[in-house]
T-cell receptor
């Protein structure tokens, strides 16, 4: 089946630094990638939708200058959390949509900002 | 009203019990519905899609009531390995998945 590789799985960074999270579709082309965030005991919330080769569409309340999304190829999308703050600590997860496979999730990245 | 609402639980049941989860959604135009399972600190995994006529997969039965905008999941003969959080999911108009908060199930020996 379709596989999405997401890394790092866990990262701890200092306040003010930037962190890049990568999601790769390993055996299919992901024309659309969704980025979600999940706080403890909360539901997964869509942050943005990215289509290969175009700018990402951000959900209301998500700062596009803080959460930079790049979807430069059909197999790679990245989310960069810039100038991270402790309140950005969360579980970030990507999901790729493939016409045949449906939705495939990455394994998630647990970000802790200290 | 939230787009997808679920009882957060937790549901604590003994092995072998039957347990039912309910979910309501706000957008009457929604067309596709799913149940996902999420283990602690893991990504969600598709458990089953929900079809209008209701569908069954082994011990799991999903039902949809469009008139009431209500989705259910029934688990029969609960196993210890069923312990997880069950997410009610609706397909959004942008092609994204809209998740409920999840219902936590704990199956005890």
């Amino acid at each position: 089946g379709a596989v999405v590789s997401q890394h790092p799985s866990r990262v701890i960074c200092k306040s003010g630094t930037s962190v890049k999270i990568e999601c790769r579709s390993l055996d299919f082309q992901a024309t659309t990638m969704f980025w979600y965030r999940q706080f403890p005991k909360k539901s997964l919330m869509l942050m943005a939708t990215s289509n290969e080769g175009s700018k990402a569409t951000y959900e209301q309340g998500v700062e596009k200058d803080k959460f930079l999304i790049n979807h430069a190829s059909l197999t790679l999308s990245t989310l960069t959390v810039t100038s991270a703050h402790p309140e950005d600590s969360s579980f970030y997860i990507c999901s790729a949509r493939d016409y045949f496979q449906g939705y495939t999730f990455g394994s998630g990245t647990r970000l802790t900002v200290v | 009203r939230k787009e997808v609402e679920q009882d957060p639980g937790p549901f604590n049941v003994p092995e072998g019990a039957t347990v039912a989860f309910n979910c309501t959604y706000s957008n009457s135009a929604s067309q596709s519905f799913f149940w996902y399972r999420q283990d602690c600190r893991k990504e969600p995994k598709l458990l089953m899609s929900v079809y209008s006529s209701g569908n069954e997969d082994g011990r799991f039965t999903a039902q949809l009531n469009r008139a009431s905008q209500y989705i259910s999941l029934l688990i029969r003969d609960s196993k210890l390995s069923d312990s997880a959080t069950y997410l009610c999911v609706v397909l959004g108009s942008q092609g994204n998945l809209i998740f409920g908060k999840g219902t936590k199930l704990s199956v005890k020996p």
